[in-house]
């Protein structure tokens, strides 16, 4: 089990210490982002109490400096218009901190996902609610400047209810910095654009997306560290699709479908994070309604999924989790339950033990981890 040290927040850091950001919905008690001081080595964890004030920060990226922190606002309204927001914060490692720099619209309805390029030029966000993303350039401060880049998607799907106009629910940018990938539960498709790392312009590929089996409503994606290799989680027919990468061409191909859930479950689920292991040899999907995290192996010359085991969370709607940056341990947000389980991941099978250790904040939604001193990678 972790111990929880109620310790001084500013003592001296230590090799293989890390902040644990953790983004909430506001509605229910929270009032914006929380962090923890964690100690890889003495498996410690320090609260650190509420670090931002922010309505709805459901998702969060830090960007590779390790100075600053964005956060997407999940909310229809910014300035009285029709549109959510995103705010940058300055981050101070010491105490964790978050100073807001400024905020801006996302230019769309309901931001869900908030992410960056490889560079740290461009933060790009992803609109549920109006279907859309777009890329804001980066100011020498941190701050965020105006849109740089804006696409908005249309279409349907065969779900009347979940699929009636374009959702955006994830966009990112593939490890060479060529390609960003935006995921459209409302259109059943992965779009591929290419990226002008010069104006953080966004532009159709060619192929421009890959079309996924209708109703299949894709969330999230995850790139395999060798590149070779996507992966998407459909939260509406609760199934992982594999695709092959074809880095040169931005070209993603069909290698397999797989379930997230036993086949003998029959209740209602709803998956919602994906996640590859830094070493590449496992992958992980969280399920809400199982409320359990599906471990696969991965085929490393195939890049094929094998099941593992389904572990259940200790909560309910499990939303997001993070793979601490030791690569030993999984942490994973309970959204409707307010917890944060974490688990040990077993390195030569991939399979989950929990540690024994809740943390618990109102309405976790996403977890992200930065670095405050030097420790080297899985």
Known sequence: ?????????????????????????????????????????SKELIPLGLVAETPNPSFLAIDPTGRFLYAVNELEKYQGEASGSVSAFAIDKKSGKLSLLNQVSSRGLDPCYVSLDQSGRYVLVANYGSGSVAAFPLLKD??????????????????????????????????????????????DEVLVYRLNDKNGSLSANDPAFVKLEPGSGPRHLDCHPNSRFVYVISELQSKINVFSYDAQRGALQPLQSIATVPKEFSGTNYPAEIRVHPNGKFLFASNRGHDSVAAFSIDQKKGTLSPVGHFSTHGKNPRNFEIDPSGSHLFVANQESGNIVIFEIDQSTGKLKSTGQVLHVDSPVCLKFLAVSGTKKP
């Open 1 to 41: 089990m972790f111990p929880i040290s109620a310790m001084s927040a500013t003592r001296d850091t230590q090799k293989g210490d890390y902040l644990l950001f953790v983004g909430t919905y506001t509605a229910r008690g929270s009032k914006g982002v929380y962090a923890y001081r964690f100690s890889a080595p």
């Open 142 to 187: 941190g701050s965020l400047g105006e849109a740089a880049s804006f696409v908005q998607h249309s279409g349907t799907g065969p779900d009347r209810e979940r699929q009636e106009g374009p959702h955006a629910h994830w966009v990112g940018v593939m490890p060479d910095n060529h390609f960003a990938m935006a995921v459209d539960l409302g259109i």
